[in-house]
């Protein structure tokens, strides 16, 4: 960073803050031990030889102190845990000494930062990853009722599990034993309980999607194949802006790109490197599937077209061509089919990248 006198790091806990101050003029080292409250450490950095410039890592205490500092009118700059140099051969952590080694990589300038969302934004990314933990839970509570079953030798052989007549004959499943009987009615309570939350998490994100500063983003993604609205809102808020990306950086912020080692004349590749946002990677890999299928364009995503800018919908089409195109090459060469919705994936990024920032007038 150049321009600030303090560079100030920070390591920040639930219930308590190290900081550390280095002074780049004269060299000095100012400590302190602070609570969380915003005002105690506003009032410390107030406190030092300014101008004060401060980092701390993204963690689970989410990015209301950095907003606060901004506030303040204090420089903060939230760095990436997993881009941090880290000294080779260091045996001792300490809260003082992770706050000490961020104040002197931010005053060298090698803290990467990352981008602070809104308060908006941030609250719709809370709603969709809700959303997403709502689908491990009736995961495990539709396993917990068919496993019952199992035990019992009772097997469901009526067609598509999970449809309204497959929900009909669990209800009418009755045992002798009233234990039993009793484990197997908590068992149902349980997934009713969270069909009803998933159902309410829905609706909300249907009105957000519909009428929000993301509905024009998300009328762009859902443009493409395998994009619903539930995708559509998870990408736009999960990314935010997406004009700090571009075609050649959102593979590897997304850690679909492969890992590599290379020294001298030896080349490794590995699989993809996982690195980045979980959340959207999951839903690009699992919107890449649908473009395996021959590509006819259904009712639902031509209705999707038609709000979203005639250029754009023109382009998402071409998209659409271009990833099955690319789904029968790899089926052609007998490409593992994991493997090849990992680079259908990756290249079903790029093209959503190209949906959101493009100009319909240029």
């Known amino acids: 960073m150049i321009g600030q006198r303090t560079s100030v790091g920070l390591d920040v806990h639930a219930r308590s803050v190290v900081g550390r101050g280095l002074d780049v003029q004269t060299g ?22 300014g ?24 420089d903060c700059v939230v760095a990436a845990p997993s881009r941090l140099l880290r000294p080779s051969g260091e045996r001792v952590k300490t809260d003082a000494k992770d706050a000490l080694h961020l104040a002197q990589l931010l005053a060298v300038g090698q803290v990467t930062a990352v981008a602070v969302p809104d308060e908006e934004t941030e609250a719709a990314r809370d709603l969709v990853r809700a959303r997403d933990d709502v689908r491990g ?11 019952l ?15 309204r007549v497959h929900e009909n004959w669990l209800r009418t499943q009755r045992f002798a034993r009233p234990a039993l009987q009793c484990a197997y009615d908590a068992a149902l309570e349980a997934l009713a309980a969270t069909e009803g939350r998933r159902d309410r998490l829905d ?21 493409l194949r395998g994009i ?13 802006d997406w004009s700090r990306l571009s075609p050649a950086t959102i593979g590897a912020y997304l850690g679909l790109v492969p890992g590599e080692h290379s020294t001298g004349e030896s080349r490794s590749q590995h699989g993809v490197t996982k690195t980045g946002n979980s959340h959207v990677r999951r839903l ?3 919107a890449a599937w649908h473009h395996r299928p021959p590509y006819r364009p259904s009712t639902r995503l031509q209705r999707r077209w038609q709000r979203a800018p005639a ?31 990992l680079a259908i994936a990756r290249e079903l990024a790029g093209w959503c990248w190209a949906l959101a920032v493009m100009d319909p007038d240029g």
């Open 28 to 49: 000095e080292v100012l400590r302190a031990r602070l609570t969380p409250a915003h005002e105690q450490v506003i009032g410390w950095l107030r406190s030092l030889p």
């Open 51 to 74: 101008p004060v410039t401060v980092t701390y890592e993204a963690g689970p205490t989410g990015f209301g102190l950095a907003r606060a500092l901004e506030a303040a009118g204090i």
């Open 137 to 147: 839970d009736l995961m495990s509570a539709r396993h917990r009722v068919t496993h």
């Open 149 to 163: 079953l199992l035990r019992q030798g009772i097997v469901y052989a009526g067609g598509t599990p999970w449809t």
């Open 203 to 223: 609706e909300a994100i249907t009105k957000l999607a519909a009428a929000s500063r993301f509905t024009p983003v998300i009328d762009r993604l859902t443009c």
């Open 228 to 240: 619903s609205t539930l995708t559509g809102f998870g990408l736009a808020v999960e990314i935010g």
């Open 284 to 286: 690009l890999v699992e």
């Open 311 to 341: 250029a754009v919908a023109a382009h998402a089409a071409k998209g659409n061509r271009r990833l099955h195109a690319r789904w029968q090459s790899f089926d052609t060469r007998r490409k593992r089919p994991v493997v090849a919705n």
